[in-house]
Each structure stands twice: as C-alpha cells, then as structure tokens.
C-alpha cells in the first residue's frame, strides 16, 4: 500500500495567526517540498489577494514534479482565480454540517449542494483535477455527507475528502467515520486538526480505515492549535505500519527547519521527529544504554530524518555520557581528574544550569591545569541602533597578535555585532552560526539575559553559553568564547 501526501503548509499551515509568506518564500518552500516528495501541494488560495496569485504562478512556473493546488470554495470568481494561475487542481471545499450551512453559509442545504455541484462541473470542463472537500463533515449528518460526496463523484471529482475541521474526531471515531466514507467509490482523503492533540493518530486511523490521502502540514502548522504534522504521519507510516509514501525521509528535518525560519513559527523542542531533543539525551542511563545499542532508547534512528544524535550534559549525566563526551574533545584523563570533572558538572547541573560544550571543555582544562592561549581575543564593540539607523557595529579584535578592525550592518544590534564579528575572522576561519538562543532569566529589562548558541567550523558543532546583563555583550561573548573553541580543538586535532 502506498499513501498520497497533500501538504498545505502553504494553504492551511499559512492559516497559522500571524503567518504571512512572501511569493519568494512561498516559492522557496514549495520547491523544498516537491524535492521531499509530496504528491500534492495545495500552495495557496488564489482568491485571497495578489501576492497569493503571484506566489501560486510563481510555483506553477517550476514546473514541478508535485500536483500544483489551489484552496477554492464553491463559487465561479475562486475557481476563475485559480485557472488563471494556471494550477493543476482545485481543492474545492463546501461546507456540509447544519451548523455551518445554516449559521455561516445561510443558505439551504439544497442550494449548497446545487452550488457545490454546478462549481464541480465548472471546473471540470475547464480542465482541472478537483479533490472535493466536506468542510466540518465530522458534525455533519451522514447520510446528507454522503449524498454530496456521492453526488460530486458523478460530477466529476476525481478524489473525495472529509475534514475535521475542529478536530472533534477521536481514533476510535476516525476509523469508523472513514472507513464508511471510503467505500464511496473514489479515493479519499483525511484532513484533521489538531484541537485535541489527536490530528496525527486520528489521520492514521483515517488510513487505516481505507483512505488513501492525507493532508498534512510540516511541523503541524496551520489554524488553532494546527493541522496534522507531515513529518508524524510519514515516519508513523514507514515504522509503525509499515506503509510507504513517496517521501524522502532524510530531508524531513531539513524542511521543517526551513519552514520555522520563513514562517517564524518555532518548534517546541519536545516535539516528536523535528523537535531540538527528538534524539537528544542526557539521563546517565539512557546514554549508557545508546552507547551499548543504540535501539535501546532510540525508536528510530536519527539519520532516518537527517538528524544526528546528541548527548547534552547536565545533572542527571551519568560517567558513560560524560567519558564519551571527554573523548569527542580529546581530553585524557585518570581516575581522580575525570571524578572531579564528574562532580562539576553535576554541581552546575544542580545549580540549575545546563553544561554547554565550551563550559565542559573549560572544566576539563581547569582539572588538568592546561592554559589554553585565546586565539580570538576582543578589545572593544560600539554598537549603534535606533529608529531612524541601520543597527550598525564595529569591533576590534586581536587574533593571533594581528589587531582586525572590522564594521557591520544587521537587523537589529546583536546581528550588527555578530556580522562585524564574523567579517574580522573571514581570512581565519570560515564559523557559522547554527542557533542562537536569549532567554531572560530575572525579571524586569535589567535582567541577566542568557545566551546559548551553536557554532560550526567545518564539520564540528559545538554549543557556547555567556550570562550578561547585556544582551549584546553576552551575545559577542558566547561567540567568541564558541569559535576560541572551536579553533583550539581545530589546533589540538592537526597536532
Ligand atoms: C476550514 C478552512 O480552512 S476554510 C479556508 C479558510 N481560508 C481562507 O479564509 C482564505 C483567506 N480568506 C480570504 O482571503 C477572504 O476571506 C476571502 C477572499 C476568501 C473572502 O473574503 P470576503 O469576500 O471579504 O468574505 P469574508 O471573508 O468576510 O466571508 C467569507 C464569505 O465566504 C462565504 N463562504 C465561506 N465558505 C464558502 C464556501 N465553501 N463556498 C462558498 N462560499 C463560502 C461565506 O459565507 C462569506 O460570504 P458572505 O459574506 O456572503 O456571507
Ligand atoms: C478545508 C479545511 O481546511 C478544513 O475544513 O479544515
């Protein structure tokens, strides 16, 4: 069995409050997705202004691989919109629970199905693919649901869905409801929200129950609480039931980071598949366990979605995690050293702290008395930034002796001072930075703001913390202190 995949991060993920994407970003995610594999991408709603019509001819343009869709509802001027962009398919969508024909729509029901009917046949004749929709069919009369399904597959649509759009369907509930809607004789589709916390499982249970296409969205985006995640119901599908879509796996990861980036909606580090602790572990146990066989307290394995396993280390590290750690950064140590090492880590950790990779490295270099000269040294930062300047930096650095005096311009003063920064090392080390977090931890905007970032050099992440009262100053120090680092354990390897 293989499942067809309708992504509408751009469609329904755009629903998301207070996501707005460019036709540039627009055009950029769909591109990302058709190299991911999904069969269909529902890109916008041509009906809702002209930058979703630049955006959907944009995509059309491409001539990509995916089925190009609009969202249309039952009315000629949506569908009239989307033919002039050009695309593949509408998902043409009616409403069909009493609530939502007689308070929103205000309309007979006959009138609507008529409606829905005539919209059908409309967009037949002018060539395009239709995947029908009951909008909130799961509070919908059944035997009215299936009247206008039955009567839109002799209309012409080429696939049939039934949404929940309030995500009110429970598992048990969502077998029951799409098994009976797919011995209709056209292929279904599953749309579920994600109210309760049950999109995912209610979308499986959907396609256990015979249906043959989901929609989804990338990292679960979409109206409320969201729509069901793409990357859940994939890898779901391939581990669990042993279900094949045409999905690359291994660029699940990169496309979800893609999306946060361009929609600003960031992913809780929990979450399942693309989540920051997915395959992230710190308990004493459970690393010893990895380090032994990794399936012990790994479901999947990481590189599956692109992914790479991380040990963090903190209080509950245990000495398997924190020897592995010690051997990544080359330290050799005994006995005692490596016990006193153990003992201040789990301190920080106890002090509420997590140990970042530089915090360690510094421990370790303590215990063993190793004075580590600094290669990048800062000697002064002046920052600019207000309402009517481009937030501007300069800094002057002493690396290896040479004094670099570099400026930069960014979008607020932290990018400013950080692109100085990595303008003065550009002949020295070619340092990336991966991501950056600030978190407030007192009160009031005096507060201690803490800075945890990760650095790259070549194929090398490591993580650089520093607390300040100054955001920018914290900012510049964790980054220096990061890319010290990462030039000492550069030096340290070719000796
Ligand atoms: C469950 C879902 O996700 S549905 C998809 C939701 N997506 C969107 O809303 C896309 C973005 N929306 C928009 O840009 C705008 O709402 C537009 C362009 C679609 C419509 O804008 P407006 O014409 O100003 O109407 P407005 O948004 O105030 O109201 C929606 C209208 O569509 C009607 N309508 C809603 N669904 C349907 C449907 N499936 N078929 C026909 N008409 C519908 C409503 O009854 C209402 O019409 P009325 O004002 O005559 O009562
Ligand atoms: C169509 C749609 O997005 C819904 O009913 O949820």
Redesign the pocket.
């Known amino acids: 069995m293989q499942v067809k995949i309708l992504d509408t991060t751009l469609?329904?993920g755009e629903?998301t409050p207070g996501v707005s994407l460019t036709p540039e970003e627009k055009l950029r995610i769909a591109l990302r997705l058709d190299d991911l594999g999904v069969d269909i991408i529902e890109a916008g709603?041509a009906?809702?202004?002209e930058g979703?019509r630049e955006a959907l001819k944009k995509i059309v343009k491409e001539g990509l691989n995916a089925e190009i869709c609009s969202?249309?509802?039952?009315?000629q001027v949506?569908i009239d919109e989307a033919l002039k962009c050009d695309v593949d398919s509408i998902h043409?969508?009616?409403?069909t629970s009493e609530l939502?024909i007689k308070d929103?729509?205000?309309?007979p029901p006959g009138e609507?199905k008529e409606?829905?009917i005539d919209?059908i046949e409309y967009a037949k004749d002018h060539g395009l693919i239709v995947e029908f929709s009951a909008?909130?069919a799961t509070r919908s009369n059944m035997q009215f649901l299936k009247e206008i399904l039955e009567e839109s597959i002799s209309a012409g649509a080429d696939r049939i869905c039934a949404?929940d759009?309030v995500g009110i369907l429970t598992p048990e509930r969502a077998y029951e409801f799409y098994g009976e809607l797919s011995k209709l004789k056209a292929p279904l589709s599953v749309h579920c929200h994600n109210d309760f916390g049950l999109a995912v499982a209610n979308s499986l249970m959907g396609l256990r129950a015979g249906a043959s296409e989901v929609h989804a969205t990338i990292n679960g985006i979409?109206?409320r609480a969201g729509n069901a995640a793409l990357e859940e119901i994939v890898v779901a599908l391939y581990s669990l039931y042993d279900v094949k879509t045409n999905i690359n796996t291994k660029m699940l990861y990169e496309t979800s980071k893609m999306v946060a980036r361009l929609t600003g909606v960031y992913i809780q580090p929990n979450k399942a598949i693309v989540g920051e602790n997915a395959f992230a572990h710190e308990s004493g146990i459970h690393v010893d366990g990895i380090l032994k066989k990794a399936e012990t307290y790994e479901p999947i394995t990481p590189e599956l979605v692109g992914r790479k396993r991380r040990f963090v280390m903190g209080k509950h590290i245990g000495s398997s995690a924190l020897k592995e750690k010690l051997e990544e950064f080359d330290f050799k140590v005994d006995e005692k050293q490596f016990k006193q090492i153990f003992e201040r880590v789990k301190n920080l950790g106890d002090m509420g702290k997590c140990v970042t990779d530089v915090d360690l490295q510094a421990i370790a270099e303590d215990v063993l008395g190793i004075v580590e000269d600094k290669m990048v040294n800062l000697e002064e930062v002046t920052v600019v930034s207000g309402n009517k300047l481009t937030p501007t930096a300069s800094v002057k650095l002493r690396i290896n002796e040479k004094e670099i005096l570099e400026a930069g311009v960014g979008v607020g003063p932290v990018d400013a001072a950080i692109v100085a920064i990595k303008k003065s090392l550009e002949d020295f080390a070619d340092i990336k930075l991966e991501e950056y977090h600030v978190d407030a931890i007192t009160g009031g905007t005096d507060a201690l703001i803490d800075v945890i970032i990760k650095l790259r050099y070549k194929d090398k992440i490591i993580s650089a913390r520093s607390t300040q009262p100054d955001i920018i100053m914290a900012s510049v120090e964790a980054f220096i202190s990061g890319v010290n680092r990462l030039l000492a354990n550069e030096k340290k390897k070719k000796t």
């Open positions: 469609r329904d629903q709603s009906i809702t202004s979703e969202f249309a509802r039952a009315l949506d043409l969508v009616v409403p939502h929103k729509l205000q309309k609507v409606k829905a919209s909008e909130d949404c759009t979409g109206e």
